[in-house]
């Protein structure tokens, strides 16, 4: 796990971007190293949050390479330092929102066995999942461009619930075609949790 975390923060360090330590104490004091990605699902064990963004910002850099080496033009669209930031900062709202507690659950043969899990506490900014992490980065004092405002903000897609209303359709809708960069970092997200963390 140690050298897992150097990567992550010598990744972060390598955009040279205002603001970049302060997201990396914060991610420190937070917890973030050391939680997991979900209570239930993809990588719910310890160091799977840090996992599960690692593992998008190397889906998203193949999806770059594969979709660059076919339109070479969209490599300036989307810059190898967006995809860094993107990717790797898509889930800060998941810092400090884990607790570990003991669940009752049913063994496969069907005995009741006291497992070890997590719950999640949103009572510190109880706000959606895209834009609390937006929110948090801007707090900090992370420069960000509009491309990973938009990608960060919109990563869930479909599965976000504000994806409902009409308005948010029409938003998502209108950044998919003007920012690569969410499309990309949306396929990251989705495959790494749906494919290579079960």
């Known amino acids: 796990?140690?050298?897992?975390?150097?990567?992550?923060?010598?990744?972060?360090?390598?955009?040279?971007?205002?603001?970049?330590?302060?997201?990396?104490?914060?991610?420190?004091?937070?917890?973030?190293?050391?939680?997991?990605?979900?209570?239930?699902?993809?990588?719910?064990?310890?160091?799977?949050?840090?996992?599960?963004?690692?593992?998008?910002?190397?889906?998203?850099?193949?999806?770059?390479?594969?979709?660059?080496?076919?339109?070479?033009?969209?490599?300036?669209?989307?810059?190898?330092?967006?995809?860094?930031?993107?990717?790797?900062?898509?889930?800060?709202?998941?810092?400090?929102?884990?607790?570990?507690?003991q669940k009752w659950k049913k063994d496969n043969q069907g005995n009741w066995e006291l497992n070890d899990t997590y719950e999640t506490d949103y009572s510190r900014l109880p706000v959606g999942h895209g834009e609390k992490s937006v929110i948090m980065l801007l707090s900090l004092g992370l420069e960000l461009t509009i491309d990973e405002i938009v990608a960060i903000r919109w990563h869930m897609g479909a599965w976000d619930l504000a994806f409902q209303s009409y308005e948010a359709k029409g938003n998502i809708n209108v950044a998919g075609r003007y920012c690569p960069l969410l499309s990309l970092i949306q396929a990251a997200d989705n495959l790494s949790s749906h494919i290579l963390e079960f």
């Open 1 to 101: 796990m140690k050298k897992m975390k150097e990567r992550f923060i010598k990744l972060l360090r390598s955009t040279e971007r205002r603001g970049i330590e302060e997201v990396i104490n914060y991610l420190e004091e937070s917890g973030f190293f050391i939680a997991p990605a979900s209570t239930n699902h993809h990588l719910n064990c310890e160091c799977g949050l840090m996992k599960h963004s690692l593992n998008v910002y190397d889906m998203a850099m193949a999806l770059r390479e594969t979709i660059v080496a076919r339109k070479p033009e969209v490599a300036e669209k989307i810059p190898e330092k967006s995809i860094i930031i993107a990717a790797l900062l898509h889930d800060t709202c998941k810092a400090n929102i884990y607790k570990k507690t």
